[in-house]
Nanobody
Framework: QVQLVQSGGGLVQPGGSLRLSCAVS????????MAWFRQTLGKERDIVAAVSRSGSSTFYANSVKGRFTISRDNAKNTVYLQMNSLKPEDTAVYYC????????????????WGQGTQVTVSS
């Protein structure tokens, strides 16, 4: 059984940085594309970034291009989201996800989900 356990997040001032991590246990990490989504209260869960199985290809939502970086370490079964130049509108619960298709922005294409972690950008 594949499990995703997230860490990182918290409260940061505008312009600051945070790094989210998602450790994957179970078989098949390197067989899955990985992604980060975010969700605010009353809104849909939207994709933030995705990375291919090998890590050689990435996808970013327009709202985070140039500020966020997704990466993965297949030796450590971990995917990361480095978030720089954070803005108040980045405040959300962030979820990591794994699935067979890259790039894929729909939540229905992802089989595995982390527990979610709150990121709050506020002064």
């Amino acid at each position: 059984q594949v499990q995703l356990v997230q860490s990182g997040g918290g409260l940061v001032q505008p312009g600051g940085s945070l790094r989210l991590s998602c450790a994957v246990s179970g078989r098949g990490f390197s067989n899955n594309a990985m992604a980060w989504f975010r969700q605010t209260l009353g809104k849909e869960r939207d994709i933030v970034a995705a990375v291919s199985r090998s890590g050689s290809s990435t996808f970013y939502a327009n709202s985070v291009k140039g500020r966020f970086t997704i990466s993965r370490d297949n030796a450590k079964n971990t995917v990361y989201l480095q978030m720089n130049s954070l803005k108040p509108e980045d405040t959300a619960v962030y979820y990591c996800a794994g699935g067979p298709i890259f790039p894929a922005s729909g939540i229905e294409t992802y089989k595995y989900w982390g527990q979610g972690t709150q990121v709050t950008v506020s002064s």
